[in-house]
């Protein structure tokens, strides 16, 4: 959707009544054009035929949050998705275009119970996030994988990259994808039954909970959260959509971690995904984002509670010498999905590092909630004082807009997996960017109860999840 024009009345009659929109093109010759069409552009790049082919918001995801991130960096909002919509052809918000022979042809069949067989529900398998399914539920032992063979294919349309995961659940596929299309497939011929096209790119997964309709009646839905911190309540029979809400309205905020669906309520997580990046802007001033997760009625979407990981709100903490204001602490996003102690009526996340000082006690932690009003029982942080801000220097005594000093950038961008151990005692276990495996004790408060370390560690990439098969000494 292309910037508002408004019409502003001045004694000035000088003075521009017009705001100018930004024009695709344009910005695509000066920034653009010298890697995917000039004389000598790069041969990894594709064409400009090449990029009509994918979808508005997959182009502005690769300029927001993806490949091409660096390229966008100079580029205003609007900017970003002027261009996005001049390459592909057509507006922000548009249908993918959808062959028809990808359709069921066949009627859609009632959705079965998705918590009864087989199923891989939300990000982690289940609400405690172990990413382990065991054989009597899978129906998949080891002996049985050398035997699997491919019984059908489906591509996503408009997009280079699958980063959401796909969930199975009562019969069906879901999955969504860049171009802020979700598809509900059948589980068994991979023919569409609908597409739902949400405002902006999704790279989270679903996850499938029950709501009550208009009329009083159980109904099963699926839920998602996009690129820009919009969260969905979808009808998983008929592809309608139940609601939508802004769960965060700062301009770095994006869903990378995926929502949480238990008993009634959607737990849907934040990051600050842009705004980590701004340590060698000298316009912004940075930072103000805080980490999120945020409680909503699975029915209505409606707000039962939001917490923030930081809890102080950022205040000014002076002025660069380009004379741009500076503000902390900041960070602390959740990149990962909620998980869920329902014995002790407990949510826990897991944080990144914070963006400016003053360091705060919540960034690079594990924080446990109260899962019916949000509030705050225990944190555990095993990486203290990281701050960390793209493009500032190990040390920076005078530039407010970076870290005095430069943290490791050791997030926990995994879900915390709450797990047993063979005596029965529970155990949250999670791993590090820094290559540390914690396991914390839910009864005391998130005490550490081991270490190990898996690797050496890395601020680059991430670090997503582990699993637990619930053999553990």
């Known amino acids: 959707m292309k910037r508002a024009i408004s019409l502003l009345f001045f004694a000035a009659m000088s003075a521009p009544a017009f705001a100018q929109a930004p024009n695709g093109q344009a910005i695509y010759d000066k920034s653009c054009a010298s890697c995917h069409q000039l004389p000598g552009a790069d041969s990894r790049a594709p064409n400009r035929e090449g990029l009509r082919q994918f979808s508005p918001e997959s182009i502005l995801t690769a300029l927001t949050t993806g490949n091409m991130y660096r390229q966008g960096y100079d580029l205003s909002d609007g900017e970003k998705r002027a261009v996005a919509e001049f390459l592909a052809g057509r507006a922000l918000g548009s249908p993918t275009p959808i062959a028809e022979s990808a359709r069921c042809t066949t009627p859609i069949p009632a959705m079965s119970d998705p ?12 609400i405690t996030n172990t990413r382990y399914v065991p054989t009597d539920k899978g129906g998949i032992s080891a002996p049985l994988v050398p035997r699997l063979k491919l019984k059908w294919a489906f591509g996503l349309p408009g997009v280079t990259a699958a980063r959401s995961q796909p969930v199975v659940a009562g019969g069906r596929v879901f999955i969504s994808s860049e171009s802020g299309d979700v598809f509900a497939l059948s589980a068994k011929t991979g023919c569409i039954y609908w597409v739902f096209h949400a405002k902006s790119g999704i790279r989270t997964a679903a996850t499938v909970g029950q709501y009550k309709t208009s009329t009083g009646a159980n109904g099963w839905a699926v839920y998602v959260a996009d690129g820009v911190a919009n969260a969905y309540g979808i009808d998983a029979q008929t592809g309608k959509q139940i609601w939508t809400r802004k769960i965060d309205e700062h301009p770095g905020a994006r869903a990378t971690g995926s929502p949480t669906y238990y008993n009634g ?26 980490g999120s997760v945020t409680a909503v009625d699975a029915g209505t979407g409606a707000q039962i509670w939001k917490t923030y990981t930081i809890a102080e709100e950022p205040k000014k903490r002076g002025l660069t010498k380009e004379g741009v204001q500076a503000w902390g602490p900041s960070g602390g996003g959740i990149w990962s999905a909620p998980t869920i102690d329902t014995r002790r009526r407990v949510l826990y996340i897991s944080t990144g590092n914070g963006f400016s000082d003053p360091q705060q006690p919540t960034t690079d932690a594990v924080i446990a909630m109260d899962l019916d009003k949000g509030t705050i029982k225990w944190v555990a942080q095993p990486v203290p004082k990281d701050v960390w801000m793209m493009g500032c220097q190990a040390k920076n005594p005078d530039n407010p807009r970076c870290p005095a000093e430069q943290g490791p950038d050791h997030d926990f961008s995994a879900s915390p997996m709450l797990a047993k151990k063979t005596n029965g005692q529970d155990i949250i276990i999670i791993q590090s960017k820094s290559g540390m495996v914690y396991g914390f004790d839910p009864d005391k408060n998130g005490a550490k109860i081991w270490e190990y370390k898996s690797s050496g560690g890395s601020g680059r990439g991430g670090q997503w999840s582990g699993a637990v098969d619930g053999r553990l000494e």
């Open 115 to 126: 918590t009864r067989g087989s199923n891989w529900n939300g990000w982690g398998g289940t």
């Open 265 to 290: 309520r959607v737990y849907i997580p934040l990051a600050g995904l842009n705004e980590e990046g701004q340590g060698s802007r000298t316009t912004y001033e940075c930072c103000t984002f805080r």
